[in-house]
Every structure is written in structure tokens, then in C-alpha cells.
């Protein structure tokens, strides 16, 4: 625990207004003469912590054991030497690296390194599907070039020797998602179904189909909630808005409600229109008094200046 907290204290930013030291161009001129010879790596799986094995691995893998020297950067890349540009060169031009099933970026390296270095990863790309009838060179450059930047192609058709599929190099970012099969149209009206087989692909996220994580460390994934957690979060929104609103409860907090509408009286009854619409039902006995339902007890006196209900009177 000690050591942990001394390497925290030597981590602050001290020392900041402190004269700026200068280094002559002498001091560091050798510097790109010791490293052109060389490629910085760096594992695509960032579950991976000690690179050390890393180092280890990859020139074994390629039986470049005493041809070459690698070593640990810091926590992200690493840096492997070469004794001649003959080796350099074949390692470049064959397949990415591997590590535990993982892909490895490796470039060349550069005297002022771009913002997106070892950000991208060439990797050979089997096309299948393309008709006989459209097999061409111009028709696999079509299709790779929205796939990615085009490195090589191989594709030679005096001398192929299979047309089951096209092989071609294509540059992918590390953090591109994979496309596995294409429905695409020719000029002539016919459709087919492309599909991609990348060689030495050995772990891919089955959710967002990137090369870089396995499912279960998505970020791109949205996991479900547990029922007990759903409960929580709602429990802890309702208490957060209750508290909110006995905090926040004042005169100005409600806002004045509204003034009613006023009400229209209703029009008085047409005697006309009601004997229209219902014959069966009135009855004129004079002017004033009109008895509504000869075979019941009670009858209405329907009157021009009252809907008073009356009681029926006996002759």
C-alpha cells in the first residue's frame, strides 16, 4: 500500500513552473538511425495486461526468435527490432500477427507518428459469390473498396488457379465493424449475395461483429436490466422526484388555474320540433296543456313557459 501511494505522489504535477529544460539535437540524433529498423505493435485485445509475453510470443510465432528484439513501451504498445530490412519487410507483408486468438496492429515505425497510429490492421479478405459471368478484376475492386482501403490484390487471371473466391488485402480500422455478407445488383439486372471469409479471424463480438472485445465486454451491447435492479432505479427516481418536490414546494411553484368557461343556458323547448320528431308521443288537449302518454299514470304539462312535471289528472 505504501508503494502504491508513493507512486501516486511521484504522478502529480509537480515542478511545473519550474525552468524549461532544453535537449540539443546532438543528444537524441541517433535516435532515428537505432529505430527504422522497426515496428511498434499492439494487441487488439485490451484484456491482455502484461505485454511482456507479448514480446515473447510473436517472434516465436514467426521463428524470428534471434532475429528479433522486442520490448515493452508502456501499457499500450510495444516495439520489436529488426536486424535487417529483409526480415522486416516479410513480416509486414504476410498475415497479422496473433496473440491468444487476438489480432495484432503493427506498423512501421515513423519518425513524427500521425494521430491515428496503429489505429488500423490489413487483413486478407476472401470475396465468394461473384458469378462466372462477372468475375473480373474491375468487379472485385468495385466490391473491396467499400469494404476498405484496397492494399493488395490477388487476382491474376491467366495463372488463378481457383475461381471459388478472390483474395484481396484491405485496410481496416481497428475499431470497424465487419461485414459478412453484401446483396448487390449488376448493370444487367441480375442480383447476388457476396459473401466475406476473413483469413486467420479468430475471436469477433457476436453483437456489434468488432474485432476488438468479445460479447461479454460489448460496449456498443445495451444489457438488460434485472428485475430487482429495474425496482431499485424506480424506487430511486421516485424518492429523488419526491424530494424535489417537497424542496421546491412554494407560492410560485403551482401555477394559477384556469378561469372557467361560462355557461349558456340552454334554448328553450320547440313544441313544434318535438311533435315532428315523435307524433306518437304528444297530444294536443288546448293550447297551454299538453298530456304526453295516454297509458301512463303520470303525465307531463308541457307548457311554453315550464317542463314542470305534472301529476295526471282524473277525468
Known amino acids: 500500500m505504501s508503494d502504491e501511494l508513493w507512486d501516486e ?39 491482455v495486461k502484461n505485454l511482456n509475453y507479448v514480446v515473447v510470443a510473436l517472434p516465436r510465432s514467426r521463428g ?45 515505425w515513423e519518425v513524427a507518428p500521425a494521430h491515428n497510429f496503429v489505429t488500423t490492421i490489413d487483413l486478407w479478405v476472401q470475396i465468394r459469390g461473384i458469378s462466372l459471368s462477372y468475375v473480373s478484376e474491375e468487379t472485385v ?22 475461381i471459388a473466391y478472390i483474395r484481396v ?6 475499431t470497424d465493424r465487419l461485414k459478412f455478407f453484401w446483396r448487390i ?3 444487367s439486372g441480375e442480383t ?56 421546491q414546494m412554494t407560492d410560485s411553484t403551482f401555477p394559477v388555474p384556469w378561469t372557467p368557461p361560462l355557461r349558456v343556458a340552454p334554448p328553450p323547448l320547440n313544441h313544434a320540433e318535438f311533435e ?11 293550447e297551454h296543456n299538453r298530456y304526453v302518454g295516454e297509458s301512463s299514470t303520470v303525465r307531463q304539462d308541457l307548457s311554453s313557459d315550464s317542463n314542470t312535471l305534472m301529476p295526471r289528472r282524473e277525468p
Open 64 to 108: 524470428l526468435t534471434t532475429q528479433i528484439h522486442g520490448r515493452v513501451l508502456d501499457a499500450t504498445y510495444v516495439q520489436f527490432l529488426f536486424q535487417n530490412e529483409i526480415d522486416l519487410m516479410m513480416v509486414q507483408r504476410r498475415e497479422p500477427w496473433l496473440f491468444n486468438n487476438w489480432f495484432v496492429a503493427a506498423t512501421i
Open 169 to 174: 488485402r484491405v485496410r481496416f480500422g481497428i
Open 276 to 286: 315532428a320528431a315523435y307524433p306518437h308521443l304528444a297530444t294536443t288537449t288546448n
Open 9 to 47: 505522489i511521484q504522478n502529480f504535477e509537480l515542478g511545473q513552473e519550474d525552468p524549461t529544460l532544453f535537449i540539443p539535437h546532438e543528444a537524441y540524433v541517433m535516435v532515428e538511425a537505432a529505430n527504422r529498423l522497426s515496428m511498434i505493435a499492439r494487441s487488439l485485445n485490451p484484456r
Open 192 to 247: 447476388a449475395t457476396i459473401r466475406f471469409q476473413y483469413e486467420r479471424l479468430r475471436r469477433l463480438c457476436s453483437s456489434c461483429f468488432r474485432f476488438t472485445h468479445n460479447r461479454a465486454y460489448c460496449p456498443y451491447r445495451q444489457r438488460p436490466l434485472s428485475i430487482a435492479r429495474e425496482r431499485a432505479l424506480f424506487s430511486d427516481c421516485v424518492r429523488r422526484s419526491s424530494m424535489n418536490s417537497q424542496s
Open 141 to 162: 475492386m468495385e466490391i473491396a473498396q467499400d469494404l476498405g482501403e484496397i492494399i493488395m490484390l490477388d487476382y491474376h487471371d491467366a495463372t488463378l488457379a481457383h
Open 185 to 187: 445488383i449488376f448493370d
